[in-house]
């Protein structure tokens, strides 16, 4: 891979120059690898060398050169495939292990071990498109070939991927309720809809509840909820000294993506059940308060 081209479309207000170019060149992966690119002076901005303290304005060029995929770390671990063609492939993250990043235990490592596309732009192996939070369970896309990473990582920015998670939070939240409280002053919108309700001795509600980011902040669900009063079980670090579930991880599953394919056009939808213990636990709850 030579080089890619990026354009800047759209610049939500407080955008940081590092985020934006992991975000627009997903093959860096991290922050640490934006940063490599700028000190090589492989990350160019409207045809000059790019600096960490750039400011980026709408209309701006970014190109890199010479991007090629850091080498894949061995981590045997083999993950749930919900979904996967020549194109791209869906699988189902386990809690405890992060999409990608400079650590062993990741998804895209886990994968690395696949046989490349057939496809003529085959990347040497499955990279993620997004990402979900290290304790959060649940559906991660990855493309497997050039074009399809650059159209799903599109797709990303402009809003076209639909995600919908599902959470067991503590009270009993409105039936519906969207919340558009600022996160280090970006943009942030979520909106949620409560599907059961169960009393509770010891916590007086939990419920189960499905959550659509509109936007995408780091850790914009868990913050969200926890500022409406509504903590996710198992969030010990929102919980701010509140009591909650612990031992049994975050409450928290990705359990939807609705997106365009990238070769064909055609509507993907997926879904899957969140885990078992989320029921398990709402049940426990209601038969210990009746």
Do not use: W
């Not at 993950?79 to 650590?103: E, M, S, T």
């Not at 943009?187 to 419920?207: D, N, Q, W």
Request: glycine content about 8%; hydrophobic content about 40%.
């Amino acid at each position: 891979m030579a080089k890619q081209k990026h354009t800047v479309r759209q610049l939500p207000k407080g955008t940081n120059f590092i985020d934006y170019c992991r975000r627009a060149f997903p093959l860096l992966g991290s922050k640490t690898a934006v940063k490599k690119a700028v000190a090589g002076q492989r990350l160019l901005r409207n045809g000059r060398p790019a600096r960490l303290t750039d400011l980026l304005q709408k209309g701006d060029r970014l190109e890199l050169k010479g991007a090629g995929l850091p080498k894949a770390r061995k981590f045997d671990k083999e993950l749930p495939v919900v979904l996967q063609d020549d194109h791209l492939i869906i699988v189902n993250k386990p809690a405890g292990i992060a999409v990608n990043g400079n650590r062993v235990q990741t998804v895209e490592n886990a994968l690395a071990g696949l046989p490349p596309s057939p496809e003529a732009d085959a990347l040497p192996r499955p990279v993620a498109v997004h990402r979900i939070d290290l304790p959060t369970k649940g559906l991660v896309l990855l493309a497997k070939t050039k074009s399809a990473l650059m159209a799903l990582s599109q797709a990303f920015e402009d809003n076209e991927v639909d995600k919908a998670y599902q959470a067991v939070v503590h009270g009993q939240p409105p039936p519906q309720l969207t919340v558009d409280t600022p996160i280090d002053g970006k943009e942030a919108i979520t909106k949620v809809e409560t599907l059961r309700t169960v009393p509770s001795h010891v916590f007086g509600h939990l419920s189960l509840v499905e959550l659509k980011p509109i936007t995408g902040r780091t850790h914009q669900l868990r913050i969200h909820l926890q500022q409406q009063g509504h903590l996710i079980v198992g969030d010990k670090a929102y919980a701010k000294g509140q009591k909650t579930i612990l031992g049994k991880g975050l409450f928290l599953c990705a359990c939807a993506l609705s997106f365009a394919h990238p070769a064909t056009g055609k509507g993907i939808n997926v879904r899957i059940d969140p885990p078992r213990r989320f029921g398990k636990t709402l049940d426990r709850e209601e038969r210990r308060s009746s």
